[in-house]
């Protein structure tokens, strides 16, 4: 919630999101080393606790009187363009929710901790089962029933009402929990057989591991699947779900996890892996879901399984889950930080399968375990097989590319398509399943329009039939691809492309000479590195308008939209750079969302001229494609060239509410 407000002032990059992340699981291994810190023996340290949730209380109150919610800053915290983005998420992330999130992550330990202590005889490791059926629930109402339901500010204002009336729980826990302390032994019995026992390193370092290799298999997965199977909204949800799952059954009670069995199922989904990965053009995309979603499942049983397992004694149960979220704080930072640099690909796939199946048999190992000459074997033959699948997935990512490269923002590839036809072959450039641009080979095709930007798409009819088509013109793009649509430009020309991805730009300028509309183009090129929304903020604050005569609108084709560039606040912002005379042109191509109706409520909200142009393609040139074109001026979009394209939409009407910087909605939109 606080990551999607504060999305549009930071440019909605994935290292926005990233940042949120990371900081939220640093916030939470504090919170649990907090926990592990108070719930010690000796002072009473509940008085701290005490203290900082009344602290937090004056922080909630005192914020609601100058931002929307208490949680939601005011404009006045919006960062500087000088600013450094990072410096600036963690300073608003901790003034906003700092305090707060720090004592709800210490909650779910010391609950369990203060719960041994009253009730010695009952275990306390079900509480954390409860725990994580409420991120679960959370987890799947917020897309399904708040989000669509309530803007930001009412997301903020419930949100602090729940903390408020969780606080009052939390202090009459605590509480108890004080006088307890002072109270008089119930079960000295138990006590006594309950001091703590030293911990060994190797515990520590196999909680730290198993939870670190189920976090980073996690991420693997959501990326495998998300981005080189199926572009769906909201798999991402998937994945997560599984991942809660298993600390839910394993945790809820020791039964519920057989190694035996879960150990099947691993090699069992293990080998259905690599089928998949030697198969992926032929498998069909559910079965492929399936398999991996099966494999992220027993991977995360045997990992949670195995540390339920090596559970220490309730007494020690802090420390413990701090060692559990230092491990999943590990593998969310090797992903999501150390991967990107050390990796062409999304390789810590295969990377994670060779550490479960490591790590599973250490545990078997572990505390004097028989080391039976059958399961070295299967220690050996399964880290084969994981070595075998990790050849698999960096020997066919090569093979099948010209250039793979991966940075921050993403993994990008060149591929050569029909290499063997002269007059066919092509570069093209994806980013897991979107297509980013296409060029042929052959000279006398190389400096043509091509898929979605050819001369009958919506983009290339507004260029080439616009009135100053032959006075110049100045073009801005949102999204840099290959550079296709300078293909359209005249000596007189200025085209200004605005890319996130430096690599992107690198791609595009000619890096390999694989690409080359950017240096055969007869117009003035400019590209701008940054965000898009954030950069032409900047221009019309420091400079004005850009005066564009055609504005493109080219970075929604992918599953994952950035909803902040396709809302009320930033269409304001492309009129204030639109020339009187010029064309608002977007790309709506998507197989899972119709745009349609949130281009058409913003064309209404604004009173915008409007036509829908679907471009059925050659299937080599051309790709099918869906553009629409929007103006104040009538006259530009009735031309008979444009007219007799466009799709018939009289008595069109929808009833989406419109999208703004507090409100969207991609479930109503799903196809």
Known sequence: MIARYILPWFGGVPAVWSTVQMFFQILLTAGYAYADWVSKPGYKRERWHILLLCLSVIGVLMLSVFWRSPITPSSDWKPSPEAIPVLEIVKLLMISVGLPYFLLASNSPLVQAWFHRLFPTQTAYRLYAISNIGSLLGLVSYPLLVEPLFTLPVQGWMWSIGYLCYVGFALWGTIKALQHRSATVIYPEIEASDRPIRLSWSDRLLWIGLAATASLFLLATTARITQEI??????????????LLSFIITFANERYYNRNIFLGIF??????VIWAVIGLATIPIIIQITIYSLCLFAVCMICHGELYRLRPQQSQLTTFYLLVSVGGALGGIFVTFVAPVIF??????????VLAWLLFFLTTFHRSETGLKWQRLMLWAGLICAGFLMYLFISLDLESSVLLQRNFYAATRIKVLEPTNESSQRYVLVHGMTLHGVQYLDPEKRKLPTAYYSETSGVG?????HPRRRNGMRVGVLGLGIGTLAAYGLPDDVYRFYEI????????LGKGGYFSYLQDSSATIEVVLGDARLSLERELQESGSQ???VLVLDVFSSDSIPVYLLNREAFALY????????IIAVHISNRHLDLVPVVWKLADHFSLHRLLIDDEGDNERAIRSRWFLLSRDESLLSIPELTTRARNMNGYTTSLPLWTDDYSNLLQIMR
């Open 575 to 582: 009129l204030d750079h639109l020339a009187p005379d010029g």
């Open 547 to 549: 005066n564009y005569h």
């Open 230 to 243: 199926a572009v769906v909204p909201f798999l991402w949800v998937l994945p997560l779900t599984i991942y």
């Open 501 to 508: 991805n430096p690599d992107v730009i690198e791609i595009a």
């Open 267 to 272: 090699i069992f989904s293990f080998l259905a």
């Open 344 to 353: 062409k690909g999304y390789w810590e796939y295969p990377l994670g399968l």
């Open 461 to 465: 009819l507004a260029i080439n039939h």
